[in-house]
């Protein structure tokens, strides 16, 4: 077992659970934004290099970056086999865990005041994306596709609503 822990050092750290020794340790060229999130095989992070990254969770070696159009301001969200990414930017972007392949961005009307929360609409098996805006909105998307065997398929989510006016955005 392993924790793993970025820094303001500009590394990401793999952490013994038993003594606390480090297992291995990866330099990026900023510092570490968030709590890393790991599934089986890989760990993702952000960086302020505008990077997202997928390290080996055993060995630490990298198996892809993506550099990103925004500067990250919290961790990446993980959902199955995607990843949700935000920042100083109106953009949110996702990304698959298996080469870090863009699926899907969606946009907000205003930059983000917090990340993006994800809720799971457990009757249709989608996910639903809320945004708090830096104008004091709250904005949610709908049966949003994350999954990257379904995303082609229906690259639109349904229309943005305002939830706190109960109304369409776009």
């Not at 291995?24 to 290099?49: E, H, M, N």
């Not at 005041?113 to 909105?137: F, W």
């Not at 709250?138 to 082609?152: D, F, R």
């Amino acid at each position: 077992d392993e924790i793993f822990v970025g820094n303001t050092d500009n590394y990401m750290y793999c952490l013994s659970r038993k003594n606390g020794n480090i297992n291995w340790r990866w330099r990026t060229g900023g510092d570490i934004v968030g709590a890393p999130t790991a599934d089986l095989d890989r760990v993702y992070f952000l960086s302020l290099d505008n990077n997202l990254r997928a390290l080996a969770r055993n060995g630490g070696t990298q198996r892809w970056r993506r550099p990103l159009d925004l500067r990250p301001s919290s961790a990446p969200t993980l959902k199955g086999n995607v990843l949700l990414v935000s920042g100083v930017s109106p953009a949110i972007s996702t990304f698959g865990t298996i080469t870090g392949q863009p699926v899907n961005t969606f946009q907000a009307p205003t930059e983000l005041a917090a990340p993006p929360h994800l809720l799971t609409d457990k009757a249709k098996r989608y996910p639903r994306i809320v945004l708090t805006t830096a104008d004091g909105k709250m904005i949610g998307l709908q049966h949003v596709l994350l999954t990257m065997k379904n995303y082609q398929s229906r690259s639109n989510p349904k229309p943005t609503l305002d939830l706190l006016n109960n109304r369409r955005v776009n």
